[in-house]
């Protein structure tokens, strides 16, 4: 089992960047995938980013392509997710995720582990 923690979420203008980073307790954490979602008012939960258990593969919605990058230290137990060129589009609840076999790591259905999520708000 894995409990996630999440930090780095704020307010920042259009075209600014954040890191968020999540801590992740366990002494497993290196098997886990690690996956980035999150829900913006009034939408449904939807991917952003996730990275293998190695780091060697990542995967990123389309809409975020180019702008963030996930990254993971397995020797700290934390996946961070940096966030560039942010957008209005942007602003959200982030959430992290694990799960130690991922069929479809775009699909929220596919973790079991999940942090308490952390705002996001991009302002024009």
């Known amino acids: 089992q894995v409990q996630l923690v999440e930090s780095g979420g704020g307010l920042v203008q259009a075209g600014g960047s954040l890191r968020l980073s999540c801590a992740a307790s366990?002494?497993?954490?290196?098997?886990?995938?690690m996956g980035w979602f999150r829900q913006a008012p009034g939408k449904e939960r939807e991917f952003v980013a996730a990275i293998s258990w190695s780091g060697r593969r990542t995967y990123y919605a389309d809409s975020v392509k180019g702008r963030f990058t996930i990254s993971r230290d397995n020797a700290k137990n934390t996946v961070s997710l940096q966030m560039d060129s942010l957008e209005v589009e942007d602003t959200a609840v982030y959430s992290c995720?694990?799960?130690?076999?991922?069929?479809?790591?775009?699909?929220?259905?596919?973790?079991?582990?999940w942090g308490q999520g952390t705002q996001v708000t991009v302002s024009s």
């Open positions: 366990g002494r497993t954490f290196s098997s886990y995938v």
């Open positions: 995720a694990a799960d130690l076999s991922v069929s479809y790591y775009y699909s929220d259905q596919g973790y079991d582990y």
